[in-house]
């Protein structure tokens, strides 16, 4: 009875184990959807949508860009959580709704259960730009005038608003946060005057820093930035300790089949291989990044650690923003 029992199990253990080596090898049958939980044009959205063509060359099946806004990402986030662990649901996931809007409001999922990390796909600095009319050139400079004139800072999102948070407290300075609804609006909002500086996104900042019309201080990550090579970062500028990455990566649905996970980590850092990928995001001002699921999920949960600790010393409740 006892050996019966023992043959049902491995007989059952090696059906299932089958049955996973068959469904990977078969996959994907259909189209594929990429959630993107930000309206299209962002740094999120469209390093997704670079990612969704390329695979959808590489594998042969429609890759869809399903943009669900909302609650800063968070929408769009839970529905992704929420989805069927088939490997035909992937969420283009980022620093913001994964590391800070699970720990500034109450959402409805888990960052750190619900998801099956794939693999990081971006690291990218946020960026320190005032305008060039308050006659400011370094950072030391700009920490100087913050303390003896205090001006209005802009922040589309917790990922470009805790960045300042976090430097006003190792600086000690202070500012008075404007927020806007979008990455468009709060750029808009410097060009005008109605704030003199802000920490933005690499990607949307760039052209403007390019251009004349911001002018980069430092770069907020923990190297420089391969699109602005002359830039310092915070740390360099006479703050060592600080940094603050911004990042996107894809996951899936907690339960995804981890064959599956493993063909859409190797398919796509192969695709954050190519030459023309590295060349489309390092223009944008972000830098290719891969990993392995595991070295993904240690991130994340790392990321969350850090921004709970910075939201704690500003002393940010839950659903204040």
């Not at 199990?9 to 059906?15: A, D, E, K, Y």
Request: aromatic share 8%; with cysteine.
């Amino acid at each position: 009875m006892r050996l019966h029992c023992y043959l049902s199990v491995l007989i059952g253990w090696c059906l299932f184990g089958l049955s996973e080596v068959v469904f990977s090898a078969d996959y994907p049958v259909k189209p594929i959807r990429f959630i993107s939980p930000f309206s299209p044009g962002g740094g999120t959205d469209t390093v997704g949508r670079a990612l969704a063509a390329r695979l959808a060359e590489l594998i042969g099946k429609p890759v869809i860009v399903d943009n669900r806004p909302g609650a800063e990402g968070s929408i769009g986030t839970e529905l992704g959580a929420r989805s069927p662990a088939d490997g035909y649901t992937i969420l283009v996931a980022n620093l913001g709704t994964l590391a800070i809007n699970p720990n500034l409001r109450q959402v409805a999922f888990d960052p750190l259960r619900d998801f099956a990390p794939i693999t990081q796909t971006t690291a990218s600095s946020t960026v320190l730009v005032v305008l060039p009319t308050m006659g400011v050139r370094t950072v030391k400079e700009f920490v100087a005038l913050m303390k003896s004139k205090p001006m209005n800072y802009g922040a589309s999102s917790s990922a470009t608003f805790l960045p300042m948070e976090m430097f006003k407290q190792l600086a000690k300075f202070e500012m008075t946060h404007v927020p806007y609804k979008g990455t468009g609006p709060s750029i808009t909002a410097m060009l005008s005057g109605e704030v003199q500086a802000m920490f933005g996104g690499s990607i949307v900042t760039t052209p403007q820093v390019k251009s004349g019309r911001l002018r980069a201080l430092a770069v907020a990550g923990d190297r420089r930035a391969r699109a602005l090579p002359d830039v310092p970062t915070i740390a360099e500028s006479g703050y060592p300790g600080y940094e603050a990455n911004s990042w996107n990566g894809l996951v899936a649905p907690a339960g995804t089949p981890r064959p599956i996970i493993n063909r859409l980590n190797a398919a796509l850092i192969k695709i954050l291989a190519m030459r023309e990928m590295i060349d489309y995001m390092v223009a944008d001002g972000a830098e290719p990044q891969s990993s392995t699921p595991e070295e993904f999920a240690s991130y994340i949960r790392s990321e969350h650690a850090k921004w709970a600790k910075v939201i704690r010393a500003a002393n940010i409740k839950k659903d204040q923003l």
